[in-house]
């Protein structure tokens, strides 16, 4: 066939056209090669951020401790600074 591009694929027409005049947010998440995008209308947007937050606390619980000691400054190189130029 002798073709260097991929062949594109077919546009899928949207179902509704976002035509309101409320405020949303466009969540785009991506897994690896997976994507899935949504939109989240002003009205819902306390509950999925409660729902969002819920799910992250469940998902950090296996982190491991962040370490709060004060770590000493790294030390300095024994060789003085030259001024270029």
Request: charged letters at 35%; a positive charge.
């Amino acid at each position: 066939d002798g073709r260097t591009k991929p062949i594109p694929r077919k546009e899928k027409q949207a179902t509704e056209p976002h035509t309101s005049q409320e405020n949303s947010c466009l969540l785009r998440v991506t897994l690896g090669n997976r994507k899935i995008s949504t939109v989240v209308h002003q009205k819902d947007m306390n509950r999925f951020n409660q729902a969002y937050s819920n799910l992250l606390k469940a998902s950090i619980d296996g982190l491991k401790k962040r370490d709060k000691r004060i770590k000493a400054a790294p030390a300095k190189s024994g060789r003085p600074k030259t001024e270029k130029g």
